[in-house]
């Protein structure tokens, strides 16, 4: 296990593009092949937080993860982080919805999440769950992780916010001197047969990314859906899914990826 874990933020501008079940379901897959990872919710509507089974977490009172982020030397990130039964989570909490004010008047505003997980050390992997939205709090993962997992669906509206994600991340590279990298896109809740916008759109991925990253493709399936609202990943669900050996692949793709 490498002192530093890796770290990916999953992120969209888009929100329905299944964001959070990407993060959890890649999560669990990374915990499946024996990965310990620690699942990151920065999204004030918390629902990755509920997906994992934590909905008490997220309006409980201090110290949470919008006190760490108000003042990230003052706070440990072992001391917000609850136990799941597949990884660790470090849960959003209803507080965090007017933390974009707080790091616009703030100093460093966009580096809050950096200074908090600068000492994080046991997890081989660190995945952050964004929010749906270019604001402080997705820049705040995108400086922290600079590794970024692209979660679309195969619609026409996912090119314009495919666009303006690596628009941001450039304005990012540019005014930070960071190194920001788009290391995969994944396709999610495809549904077969395809219609005519899910054939183009998937074909006009392959076609944009194919030659830089990888493009995976997760169809649509009712137990993902049943295991997330069970508080799991599919991994740690009772029922068997046929997407399960692409959730693995994908974490093998970014195990093999670690420095």
Same mark, same amino acid.
């Given at each position: 296990?490498?002192?530093?874990?890796? !770290?990916?933020?999953?992120?969209? $501008?888009?929100? &329905?593009?299944?964001? /959070?079940?990407?993060? @959890?379901?890649?999560?669990?897959?990374?915990? *499946? !092949?024996? $990965?310990?990872?620690? =699942?990151?919710?920065?999204?004030?509507?918390?629902?990755?937080? /509920?997906?994992?089974?934590?909905?008490?977490?997220?309006?409980? #009172?201090?110290?949470?993860?919008?006190?760490?982020?108000?003042?990230?030397?003052?706070?440990?990130?072992?001391?917000?982080?609850?136990?799941? +039964?597949?990884?660790?989570?470090?849960?959003?909490?209803?507080?965090?919805?007017?933390?974009?004010?707080?790091?616009?008047?703030?100093?460093?505003?966009?580096?809050?999440?950096?200074?908090?997980?600068?000492?994080?050390?046991?997890?081989?992997? @660190?995945?952050?769950?964004?929010?749906?939205?270019? &604001? =402080?709090?997705?820049?705040?993962?995108?400086?922290?992780? +600079?590794?970024?997992?692209?979660?679309? *669906?195969?619609? %026409?509206?996912?090119?314009?916010?495919?666009?303006?994600?690596?628009?941001?991340?450039? /304005? =990012?590279?540019?005014?930070?001197?960071?190194?920001? $990298?788009?290391?995969?896109?994944?396709?999610?809740?495809?549904?077969? #047969?395809?219609?005519? *916008?899910?054939?183009?759109?998937?074909?006009?991925?392959?076609?944009?990314?194919? %030659?830089?990253? #990888?493009?995976? *493709?997760? !169809?649509?399936?009712?137990?993902?859906?049943?295991?997330?609202?069970?508080?799991?990943?599919?991994?740690?669900? %009772?029922?068997?899914?046929?997407?399960?050996?692409?959730?693995?692949?994908?974490?093998?793709?970014?195990?093999? +990826?670690?420095?």
């Amino acid at each position: 296990m490498s002192n530093k874990p890796y !770290r990916l933020a999953v992120s969209n $501008q888009k929100g &329905g593009v299944g964001k /959070s079940t990407v993060a @959890l379901n890649i999560a669990g897959a990374l915990g *499946e !092949r024996g $990965q310990n990872v620690l =699942l990151v919710d920065l999204d004030p509507q918390g629902y990755l937080t /509920s997906g994992v089974g934590l909905d008490n977490e997220y309006t409980t #009172p201090s110290p949470n993860l919008n006190d760490a982020l108000k003042a990230p030397g003052e706070h440990a990130v072992d001391d917000l982080v609850v136990a799941h +039964e597949e990884f660790d989570v470090l849960p959003a909490n209803i507080d965090m919805f007017s933390l974009e004010q707080e790091l616009v008047s703030g100093m460093r505003g966009r580096e809050r999440l950096s200074m908090l997980l600068e000492d994080v050390t046991g997890y081989d992997f @660190l995945v952050v769950d964004c929010p749906p939205s270019l &604001g =402080l709090l997705t820049d705040n993962a995108l400086l922290a992780c +600079e590794n970024v997992l692209i979660p679309a *669906e195969a619609e %026409d509206t996912s090119i314009r916010a495919v666009e303006l994600l690596f628009k941001q991340i450039d /304005s =990012l590279e540019d005014n930070f001197g960071a190194s920001i $990298q788009e290391e995969a896109l994944v396709v999610s809740n495809v549904d077969y #047969p395809l219609d005519g *916008e899910q054939q183009g759109m998937l074909e006009w991925f392959d076609d944009t990314f194919s %030659d830089r990253i #990888p493009v995976f *493709e997760i !169809r649509s399936r009712a137990v993902i859906k049943r295991a997330f609202n069970a508080g799991h990943s599919i991994f740690g669900h %009772d029922e068997e899914c046929d997407q399960a050996d692409e959730l693995l692949r994908i974490a093998d793709y970014f195990i093999e +990826e670690q420095p």
